[in-house]
Structures are given as C-alpha cells and as structure tokens.
C-alpha cells in the first residue's frame, strides 16, 4: 500500500498561516476520501529561521484502497497545495513508499 510523503522548507514568520492553509486542505481531502489519513509534522528545531516540514497520506488497511495512494490523488494533493504558494520557501519534494514487509 503506497503512503506518500511530501516535505519542505517554510520560513518561522509563516509558519501560522500555513499551519492554517495545511489543516484545512487535508481536512477537505480527508472528507473526499473515505479512509484517508493525513499528518503534518515538523522538524523540532529551526535552522536558518525555517522549519522543515513533511505532510504524510495513507489509507487506512481496506480493501477499498488496497493500492494506497494513487497518483490521481498526489495530483489532487498537489492542486490543494497551491494555496501554500509565496509561504514556502523552495520546492515541495513528494516521494512514495510501500511497506517493505506485510
């Protein structure tokens, strides 16, 4: 089952209002999609007066959603995140993983 995990840089002085933009984007893709389960996490410390962020996708186990996140959704994931644009500094690098085992 494929999870997805996206992680950039946002500068401290923005961190509030991006806090807002990515609580609300995932709430709305977690009501889109029955199952889905998002996380933001942070980096503890700030270097350079940035934080590095990541926001996590999975699917909870089902059959419904047996691929995991598909790359129709890391599109739809993408289109919400453009609300983010002029707050992060950088690139939003997306990467996927699968469970190495069962």
Known sequence: MRELFIYYRIPVTNAAAARTRVDAFQARLRKRHEGLM??????????????????TYSFERSTQ??????PTLQAEIE??????????DGERHAEGFVPCAS
């Open 38 to 55: 998002t996380r933001l996490m942070c980096r503890p410390e700030a270097n350079n007066n940035q934080q590095t962020w990541m926001e």
């Open 65 to 70: 959603h047996a691929g995991g996140v598909t």
């Open 79 to 88: 289109a919400e995140a453009q609300c983010l644009a002029g707050l992060v």
